[in-house]
Nanobody, 122 residues
Framework: VQLQASGGGWVQPGGSLRLSCAAS????????MGWYRQTPGKQRELVAS???????NYADSVKGRFTISRDNAKKTGYLQMNSLKPEDTAVYYC?????????????????WGQGTQVTVSS
């Protein structure tokens, strides 16, 4: 199972970006998809997560500005980021856990995508 994150870049304060995370491989199901971010010298922190039942959780710092969603048919998760602030600057990582096809039985996975840099500055 591989996760491919994309959509990062540079944007001015107040701008928007949309991150995508595409999962590939012999995946039976994806339970939780999440977005995390990390800045130098700090621990990776949860930004938002969404379960297969569309239960959503946001970090307080992004509530009202970020929206997480997923397309189960495409095995892809999204993070729409609006009203971006300089403090949102970080490397963003996607994470997914679920079950993949491994012989006669499914096996659990919990994988990370490569990071994508988001820079918010004027």
């Amino acid at each position: 199972v591989q996760l491919q994150a994309s959509g990062g870049g540079w944007v001015q304060p107040g701008g928007s970006l949309r991150l995508s995370c595409a999962a590939s491989g012999r995946i039976f199901s994806i339970n939780v998809m999440g977005w995390y971010r990390q800045t130098p010298g700090k621990q990776r922190e949860l930004v938002a997560s969404i379960t297969s039942g569309d239960r959503i959780n946001y970090a307080d710092s992004v509530k009202g500005r970020f929206t997480i969603s997923r397309d189960n048919a495409k095995k892809t998760g999204y993070l729409q980021m609006n009203s971006l602030k300089p403090e949102d600057t970080a490397v963003y990582y996607c994470n997914a856990d679920g079950t993949y096809d491994s012989g006669p039985y499914g096996r659990p996975f919990n994988n990370w995508g490569q990071g994508t840099q988001v820079t918010v500055s004027s």
